[in-house]
């Protein structure tokens, strides 16, 4: 199960760190990025970090499951 959540958590910070940019985050207005870029960037990220994001569900749930078979 912690595997999975750790999948999820991982997931949604590749994301996070896609919309950002490479610079990190904007210290000042000019330097935002316009919201095209943000959208190209989540754009080649998202089916992966989606696949790794089920993927993880799906060891949270299986965890769960076995955990919940091996209790009396």
């Known amino acids: 199960m912690a595997l999975g959540l ?3 958590a991982g997931s949604a910070l590749w994301v996070a760190r ?3 940019g490479p ?7 000019s ?3 316009s919201y095209n870029q943000v959208k190209e960037s989540l754009h080649e990220v ?3 970090a989606a696949g790794l994001g089920l993927a ?3 060891l949270t749930l299986l ?3 076995l955990r919940a078979r ?3």
Not at 23 to 29: E, H, K, L, M, Q
């Open 18 to 20: 896609a919309a950002e």
């Open 56 to 58: 993880g569900l799906a």
């Open 70 to 72: 091996s209790r009396p």
């Open 23 to 29: 610079d990190g985050p904007a210290r000042t207005f």
């Open 46 to 48: 998202f089916p992966r």
């Open 6 to 8: 750790l999948l999820i």
């Open 31 to 33: 330097e935002r990025r």
């Open 63 to 65: 965890g769960a499951r």
